[in-house]
């Protein structure tokens, strides 16, 4: 461990794969350190009917295609896989079983300290996404609730459900998709801040991500760019929202403010009960570990421009959205941001260090 690397990516999923490519592409000495056990990243954790939003075909790594799925769009463990084999193919060094605690820095070195020992790097990649970060609003009451309240991060599948009656709180994809198939188990009611969006059922992630393409060429060359011309909304219309739709299970029934032990205050002052609330309210930044380092707001977001930090030369966040880059979160996007960050990674080695 006394060796120095000149890359630590930290986090194991595919953002930090399709850095590992173009890595091993630029010969760097590098390593991946992954907190989980084997490969998957953040789809290890979601719930067991998670699919991609776009075809696989357009929803690959840099350098090697996602095989082919009999559905349209791939399935939880058909991603699961190809991450495992992406990393297999390309022989990427990644350690696993490594949770990073704090990084410091002495002089131009970074010191990566984890419960397995330290590490010590020229530059980091910090790619750790969200999914360790969730959100759950703090509203009045909140703590007085006695029954069974998880957030979507937790979510497994409805049979944990059978039988509860459910209240699913927001209308993003997770809220929409969880609403979806536990409606068919048990009854549900969904509550939303605004009253939901669809996109159009043809719409998928590709359109998405070709739609955020355009949106950072226009930016990058000064120009206006008006997104309200694509007709978008928030909920992509897979096959399981759309079997809701069906049924008619996908009423948003408003707001509350206030929880109360057995279930929740709706604005108009009705109490209703509940067996289980899930909280589909989203996830903060997953980036407290480089808190010794540079300034990191509520919600786990630092200073970039694009993935490289304004605040300390040598550290990159990739694989956080579009505050890190357009698309970066999804497996089609993040090629752009992993490339691009790598080469300015190998400028500062060559001109910065030497």
């Known amino acids: 461990m006394d060796e120095i690397f000149d890359v630590i990516v930290i986090g194991g999923g595919q953002s930090a794969l399709a850095c590992g490519y173009y890595l091993r592409r630029a010969k760097l000495k590098y390593i991946i350190l992954d907190k989980q056990d084997i490969p998957g990243g953040a789809w290890l954790r979601t719930w067991d009917s998670l699919t991609l939003f776009s075809p696989a075909d357009y929803s690959s790594l840099p350098g090697w295609l996602m095989p082919k799925s009999e559905h349209r769009f791939p399935l939880r463990q058909e991603v699961i896989d190809y991450l495992g084999m992406y990393e297999k193919h390309y022989q990427l060094n990644v350690k696993r079983g490594i949770e990073v605690i704090e990084i410091k820095k002495d002089k131009c070195v970074f010191q990566v300290n984890t419960l ?73 009611k969904w509550s939303t801040q605004k009253e939901p969006e669809f996109l159009p059922d043809e719409v998928d992630g590709y359109y998405l991500f070709n739609i955020a393409s355009a949106r950072y060429k226009a930016e990058k060359e000064g120009k206006p760019f008006d997104a309200s011309q694509y007709n978008l909304g928030n909920i992509v219309m897979v096959p399981s929202v759309k079997d809701a739709r069906r049924r008619g299970a996908l009423i948003s029934n408003g707001t509350f403010h206030e929880l109360y032990d057995k279930g929740v205050i709706w604005d108009n002052g009705d109490k209703e009960e509940f067996d289980a609330i899930i909280w589909c309210t989203g996830f903060g930044y997953d980036t407290s570990y480089l808190k010794s380092l540079i300034h990191i707001d509520e919600k786990g977001i630092a200073k970039t421009s694009e993935s490289k930090s304004l605040e300390m030369k040598g550290l990159w966040l990739v694989r956080y959205g579009n505050w890190t880059g357009y698309a970066s979160a999804t497996l089609i996007g993040v090629n752009r941001t992993a490339k691009q960050t790598i080469f300015e990674i190998e400028e500062f080695l060559n001109k910065e260090l030497k």
């Not at 990649?125 to 007085?144: D, Q, R, V």
């Open 116 to 188: 397995e020992g330290s590490f010590k790097t020229k530059t980091i990649i910090s790619a750790t996404g969200t999914w360790n970060n969730p959100f759950i609003p703090k509203l009045k009451g909140i703590e007085n609730y006695k029954r069974l309240q998880i957030h979507s991060g937790k979510y497994k599948s409805p049979g944990d459900f059978m039988g509860l009656k459910t209240l699913v709180v927001g209308e993003g994809n997770s809220g929409a998709q969880i609403v979806a198939e536990i409606s068919k188990v048990t009854p549900v």
